[in-house]
């Protein structure tokens, strides 16, 4: 299997570094972005396979940066993460095929296990079709 690449885009740059670690001991291949326009310029120059997104970042929605993204570009898989989603956070998260939509403080191993297990299943999804 070839090595997955995430995008996480998270202005807190504690908890950044920290997701940044853990996956990068997982064996993923990392990189970071901290506002929606840093997001959108590594997103238009490399290829994604998980995109972990914090919805409040400083320049704006990250779910708004999800939506504006072309097909092409949207990476196999998005998880969300917010300290206060709203209803209407889960909504516009449904509408944009976000696999979850995670509360902070974070369980690390929860989320590491809920990328591992969504990956899985839509390669064997892809397999099956």
Known sequence: MSTRRILIVEDDTVLCKHL???????????????TQAAAREQLAHA?????LLDIKLP???????????PPQQRPALAVAM????TAEHELDAQRLNVC?????PLDLMQLL??????????VIGALNH
């Open 20 to 34: 940044a670690r853990l996956f990068l001991r997982e064996g993923y291949v990392v990189t970071t972005a901290a």
């Open 82 to 85: 917010s300290a206060c989603s």
């Open 47 to 51: 290829g994604f396979d998980v995109l």
């Open 100 to 104: 979850r939509l995670l509360r902070k």
């Open 113 to 122: 296990e809920t990328v591992k297990r969504e990956l899985r299943h839509r």
């Open 59 to 69: 320049d704006g929605d990250g779910l708004a940066l999800l939506g504006e993204l």
